[in-house]
């Protein structure tokens, strides 16, 4: 972490005077007395992806079923046109990823295509403490295949809620299949080592796939290095398109001949696409295990943050996130423990993603009172407020002022007159 942080309210005004990504601000719809830092979960709208989509909109009002062919098929294309704006994000090839479906459908696509069980290498190995989604998914398609979870599903146990990368390859024995792993964990923020961990993989011939949900758009990622055999990723948190916009699959180039798990009509070549044979003939690049058509609108507001995202490259993204998230760590170090506030994160830079963990004993309760205040956090239980100064919006004085907030919150325990019952979204 950063040591040059002063406590004084001048130094969020210099910071963000000197800002090289404060210009792309203005280009994100920012509420007025709001300070947003929930980008981790959903990234604000910006001018660029509002652009797009009407667009499209246009594009569909005036041409109709025509939209398909003008602008040398865009739309029918629009995951490749979208892979060549996300492949500088992730270190891809664009002809290793499509952009189709969601997180969860691209891990049944992934798992159901590699996932091939003998008598003796049947496994999946996951952990404890990944976004349950992922674990669902695989817990369904191990069922799929006739085992129960409690036999093919092999969980590596976190300690304190962080996982030990030795402890994932220990566990990598000759009964193991595959591996699904987050990069960066949802609730503690921590950036395991994909390079170490998937070179393990490799060399015990087991294929590895990669959770990119909280770290594409955040920290910077090379598939080629990792040389993974699967990846997939929302693009709603720090990428920025829009609820429930089109997520990302990653097949590494390597595997392009393999049949999918799940096909589907989009998944054919498009030269004989619309022959319409009864006999899949699969197009052998990631667009191969796209299922069904396009859906433009979740698309549209892709094309405009990515292109936002390639503007200010990736590096200097990763840069100024872990230089603000280091402040507001400062800020709080400095003026809220004696409140009761830890920091729930690892606090060096290669072990942690874009947000930081915020735990107290009321974490519910005093996010509660942030909203009230106009500051839009989130909570995930036990006691973690997650708080995401996002490098493309976020500004160092809202950094400041929140924590003032906070403070304020603290000494008067005004959190103590919110319900403790969770509401439905938190």
Known sequence: MHQEYQEDSEYPKLMDNNDPLGRFRQRFYLKKGNIYMCGNSLGLASKDAEDCILQAIEKWKDEAIKIWNVDDHKYYLYSNYLANLMAPLVGADPEEIAITGGTTINIHQAISTFYKPTEDRYKILVDDINFPTDRYAVDSQVRLHGYTPEEAVKVVKSHNLLMNEDDIINAMTDDVAIVLLPTVYYRSAQVLDMVKISKAAKEKGIIIGWDLCHAAGSIEVNLKEVDADFAMWCTYKYLNGGPGSAAALYINRK???????????????????????????????????????PSVFSMATLEGSLKIMNEAGITNI??????????????????????????????????????VCLEHDEGYRISMALKAKGVVPDFRDPNVIRLTPAALYTSYEEVYKMVDILLDIAKTESYKSFNKNRNFVV
């Open 318 to 355: 990763r840069r100024k996130s872990l230089h603000i998230t280091g402040y507001l760590m400062f800020l709080i170090e400095s003026k809220l423990k004696e409140y009761g506030f830890a920091i729930g994160n690892l606090k060096e830079d290669e072990k942690r993603g874009g947000h």
């Open 255 to 293: 595997h392009f001949t393999k049949l999918p798990g799940l096909a589907g009509w989009f998944g054919n070549k498009h030269n004989t696409q619309f022959l319409l044979k009864q006999e899949f003939d699969h197009q052998q690049n990631a667009s191969g295990w796209q299922t069904g058509t």
